[in-house]
């Protein structure tokens, strides 16, 4: 079993950047691959990034190529989001979760994520 607790949330103008951390409890965290999902208000949770146990491995959705970079240090049993040239549309809450199976398999979908933290958010002013 493992617990996850995000932080890094705030406020920011659009272009701005954040670093979202996702500390995990626990010596299992380098036998899980990690995701990184969002939910604004009214509306679905979805898929951003998604990094596989060794960190060789990741999935981006297309509406963050190129600006949110994800990252993970198994010595420290964390998990980065590093966001960039932000978007009032990125504005939600930002979930860390953790999956075990085939990376590839279901990666982007929330139903394969066993564990979740509780969420940090964040919000772009325009």
């Known amino acids: 079993q493992v617990q996850l607790v995000e932080s890094g949330g705030g406020l920011v103008q659009a272009g701005g950047s954040l670093r979202l951390s996702c500390a995990a409890s626990g010596r299992t965290f380098s036998s899980y691959h990690m995701g990184w999902f969002r939910q604004a208000p009214g509306k679905e949770r979805e898929f951003v990034v998604a990094i596989s146990w060794d960190g060789v491995n990741t999935v981006y959705d297309d509406s963050v190529k190129g600006r949110f970079t994800i990252a993970r240090d198994n010595a420290k049993h964390t998990l980065y989001l590093q966001m960039n040239n932000l978007k009032p549309e990125d504005t939600a809450v930002y979930y860390c979760?953790?999956?075990?199976?085939?990376?590839?398999?279901?990666?982007?979908?929330?139903?394969?994520?066993?564990?979740w933290g509780q969420g940090t958010q964040v919000t772009v002013s325009s």
């Open positions: 979760a953790a999956k075990q199976g085939p990376f590839y398999s279901g990666s982007a979908y929330k139903g394969t994520y066993e564990y």
